[in-house]
């Protein structure tokens, strides 16, 4: 069992930037692939960026390639999701999720991901 918290949503002006981290702990959680997910009031949760257990591979949807960055700090268990030039149509609740393929790269449906945090709130003014 992999546990997950993420934390860093606030409420941010457009053009501005957010981390968000995501801590792991659990048996295992190492070896685990960490997505980071969103989902918009009416909106289906969609996939947001990927990185592989090793941290060595990386994975991100259209909308946010080139502004978003993940990483993925092996000795405290923490994921990491940079935000850069945040648009209104960023605010959404991000959720942190693992995956037990930990060295698949191109996973970004939400049904591979067998556990999931709680969740944290981002809102992008205009």
């Known amino acids: 069992q992999v546990q997950l918290v993420e934390s860093g949503g606030a409420m941010v002006q457009a053009g501005g930037s957010l981390t968000l981290s995501c801590a792991t702990s659990?048996?295992?959680?190492?070896?685990?692939?960490i997505g980071w997910f969103r989902q918009a009031p009416g909106k289906e949760r969609e996939f947001v960026a990927r990185?592989?257990?090793?941290?060595?591979?990386?994975y991100y949807a259209d909308s946010v390639k080139g502004r978003f960055s993940i990483s993925r700090d092996s000795v405290n268990n923490t994921i990491y999701l940079r935000m850069n030039t945040l648009k209104p149509e960023d605010s959404a609740v991000y959720y942190c999720?693992?995956?037990?393929?930990?060295?698949?790269?191109?996973?970004?449906?939400?049904?591979?991901?067998?556990?999931w945090g709680q969740g944290t709130q981002v809102t992008v003014s205009s």
């Open positions: 990185i592989t257990s090793t941290g060595d591979s990386r």
């Open positions: 659990g048996r295992s959680a190492s070896s685990y692939a």
């Open positions: 999720a693992a995956d037990p393929w930990g060295t698949m790269v191109f996973r970004p449906s939400s049904t591979t991901y067998h556990h």
